[in-house]
Structures are given as C-alpha cells and as structure tokens.
C-alpha cells in the first residue's frame, strides 16, 4: 500500500528525492514519516509530516539538509536530501500512522512500505 522509489546511488554532496505513493488506501489523514535502517543498525527515525497542518519533524543529523513534503491529491509524499553525506547510507523506508501526537517512534506506525536503497559513496 506504501511504495517507495527514488534510491539509488550518489557521491556525497549529492541529492535525491524519495517518493513514496499509497494506494488502496486514502492516507490524506495519516501522519506519514520517513525512517531509514543501515545494516546492523535500528531502524531510526528522519523525518515526519503531519496529516492537518503539514507540521514537519526532522532528525537532528538531518536538519538543514532534507525536506518533507506531501501531496495529498497525488497520494505522495516527497523527501527531498540535500548535501548527501555517506553516513546517509541506508535503506528508506515510508510509513504511515493514524495521528497520535508522536512522530518518531517507529513502533507507532501502522503501515510500512518495503524500502528502496540510498547508497551515498565518499
């Protein structure tokens, strides 16, 4: 129901923009996050935007550096990465929640795309 794309590899400095689409659901009023999991490491938390007011969330290590967006009539929501440095490597995943007030806490989201694949090289 949650479709990641944009991943791919890029030298530091770089940019790339994730997508992320929903189907067979309406997600307009889900809080959606971006989280992103290296291997051997937890899975940890990026960024979030909020379903009414489009509030945005970011991890420190990524502030100043990647945007949240979402388009409600395209389904979509956007994390556009700036600056790309190698610790950024991961794989991304999307994710939706039902509004609770928390936005960082993985365990609070219900639905979970499968991932794509940022690889940044130094």
């Known amino acids: 129901q949650l479709v990641e794309s944009g991943g791919g590899l890029v030298q530091a400095g770089g940019s790339l923009r994730l997508s992320c689409e929903g189907s067979?659901?309406?997600?307009?009023?889900?809080?959606m996050g971006w989280f992103r999991q290296d291997s051997g490491k937890e899975r940890e938390f990026v960024a979030a935007i909020s379903w009414k007011w489009t509030n945005t969330y970011y991890a420190d290590s990524v502030k100043g550096r990647f945007t949240i967006s979402r388009d409600n009539n395209k389904r979509t929501v956007y994390l556009q990465m700036n600056n790309l440095k190698p610790e950024d490597t991961a794989v991304y995943y999307c994710?939706?929640?039902?509004?609770?007030?928390?936005?960082?806490?993985?365990?609070?989201?219900?639905?979970w795309g499968q991932g794509t694949q940022v690889t940044v090289s130094s």
């Open positions: 067979g659901r309406d997600f307009s009023g889900y809080d």
């Open positions: 994710a939706a929640q039902w509004p609770t007030g928390e936005f960082t806490r993985a365990a609070g989201y219900t639905f």
